[in-house]
């Protein structure tokens, strides 16, 4: 539900996450975990969103479908209230400088805040391999194989995610959204079998997937599944061809966000 909300959030407001994350002390890959699921924020971060979007942090969590509190506004100190008043008075004009004057602050804070957490002398970011999903037959090297090479190193930023990684895949295609979209770059851990429903990268018949594992107990099926609706399960014909790669833990910076 947490997901949902969030997605919803901030469709309605038309923005991408990386534009809703430059208004928060919140990097991309953290944030585009909670939209998709892989993570749930903690109390300060939820409280930290409700104020952004101006909706109470029940109705985040779908304990409720009233987007604000009855006593909301009584939060608001005599001085904020005077500024929302002469707010409402301002024409279409003044009310956009004003935004746009508040909006530089915002970021000029966030920056601060995102500095002092990584002024404390320790390394922040980490550095990672990532494939391209169309290279992943190269992957073999993380459980026996020899060969790995068609790969480029890229620092992320140093969490308990991204520590838990052995290696990335940028993907390709829309066949797991709205969980995982093009060109998203998700963060796997190598292992030779992965539990049921969950997502992974496997290789099939020389084809790279990134899908979710699903097993028809009853029928003794295997498939490969899209998140995507409009696609259709893959049946896995030939078990003994099916090789996987690794769990997908999490998902990274867009590959344009990578610096």
Known sequence: MIAERLRLLRCERKISKRELVSSLPINYSTYA????????????????????FDVSVDYILGASD???????VAVLNEHEHEHIQQYRRLDVHGREMVDMVLQKQIERVNLLIMERRSGDGQDTRIELPV?????????????????????????????AVSQKADFCVLVEG???????FDNDIVFVKAMPRIEPDNIG???????????????????????????????????????????????????????????
């Open 33 to 52: 975990n909670y939209e998709s699921g892989f993570r749930e924020p903690n109390s300060d971060v939820l409280q930290l969103i409700a104020r952004h």
């Open 66 to 72: 009233n987007r604000k509190k009855a006593d909301d």
């Open 131 to 159: 494939y391209q999903q169309r290279d992943t037959v190269g992957l073999g090297c993380y459980i026996g194989d020899d060969v790995c090479n068609q790969f480029e190193l890229m620092r992320f930023m140093s969490t």
């Open 174 to 180: 829309d066949s797991m959204e709205p969980k995982i």
């Open 201 to 259: 990268l496997f290789m099939y018949e020389g084809e790279p997937y990134c899908k979710r594992l699903r097993v028809d107990y009853k029928n003794g099926s295997i498939y490969l599944e899209s998140l995507n609706k409009a696609v259709s399960p893959m049946l896995i014909a030939k078990p003994e061809k099916l090789r996987t790669i690794g769990l997908v833990i999490g998902i990274a910076e867009r590959s344009e966000d990578i610096r």
